[in-house]
């Protein structure tokens, strides 16, 4: 790990998985394997699904473990039930933390989810010019929240979270959107540090217009940005749509079929 010169980027990238609904599972084989199988070829991204161990999520989990994607799936003893919309997310996202901070291997670890694409290669021109050494927090950051849309944070701020983890990690927390409740320990207990804003672009399928014309317009804008975007949110009414949205980043951007 090259911290001094930048030159190699090695960059954690964690996600909130679950089989919940259909679409999620569609999100998982048609966008992230693929997705996953690429950047371990290609990069030093490593990507961890994070599962709970549930009666849900074991086919996935197997058909993940079969074709030879164990080394980039998580799975966790925390139940994925509460009032929230995300319940779980927070244990998954501390433990997750941890793992990665102990590793010693890392310079920046990202937080997301299924319905978020990030455009790898921007990514990393993005993350490269800061210093790893330093405490910083990226992303879509607002004075309430880092988005669970992609929130990254170098070492020695994940080293501060963490050990704050008790503080974090409380029954009041729990119930809270995990990004809203470790942004709150960061801001509070992790001072100072700094805080460099990237917004995301939000692709929306336009009403009475063709699916896959609108999704090609709406890519070319975001292609031809100069590098103002490297995350694109997906939140469309149908989150069949968003899974359309993703097969065509890996048809057309990464150049493989899903």
């Not at 090695?10 to 950047?39: G, H, Q, R």
């Not at 063709?210 to 949110?233: Q, V």
Request: hydrophobic share 35%; net charge neutral.
């Amino acid at each position: 790990m090259d911290s001094d010169t930048n030159t190699s980027l090695n960059i954690a990238m964690l996600v909130i998985a679950s089989c919940e609904k259909p679409y999620y599972c569609d999100m998982i084989m048609k966008y992230w394997v693929p997705y996953i199988t690429f950047l371990n070829q290609n990069t030093n991204i490593k990507v961890l699904l994070l599962f709970s161990k549930e009666e849900k999520n074991e086919k996935m989990i197997q058909h993940l473990n079969n074709i030879e994607l164990t080394d980039n799936i998580r799975t966790y003893d925390v139940l994925e039930t509460g009032s929230v919309g995300q319940p779980g997310c927070l244990e998954k996202t501390v433990f997750a933390f941890e793992e990665i901070f102990n590793s010693n291997k890392y310079d920046f670890v990202l937080r997301t989810n299924l319905s978020t694409v990030f455009l790898y290669d921007r990514l990393i021109h993005f993350l490269k010019d800061y210093n790893v050494n330093d405490k910083l927090a990226l992303g879509r950051i607002t004075e309430h929240c880092s988005s669970g849309t992609g929130y990254i944070y170098t070492m020695p701020l994940l080293k501060c979270l963490l050990d704050n983890k008790d503080k974090m990690l409380t029954d009041a927390n729990k119930k809270r959107p995990d990004d809203v409740a470790s942004w709150a320990i960061t801001s509070r207990f992790c001072r100072p540090f700094t805080t460099i804003n990237k917004f995301y672009y939000s692709l929306l399928i336009t009403k009475g217009v063709k699916i896959e014309d609108c999704i090609k317009s709406e890519y070319d804008k975001i292609l031809t940005d100069d590098y103002n975007y490297m995350t694109i949110r997906l939140r469309n009414n149908s989150r069949w749509h968003d899974v359309l949205c993703q097969q065509y980043f890996i048809r057309e951007y990464l150049k493989i079929d899903s």
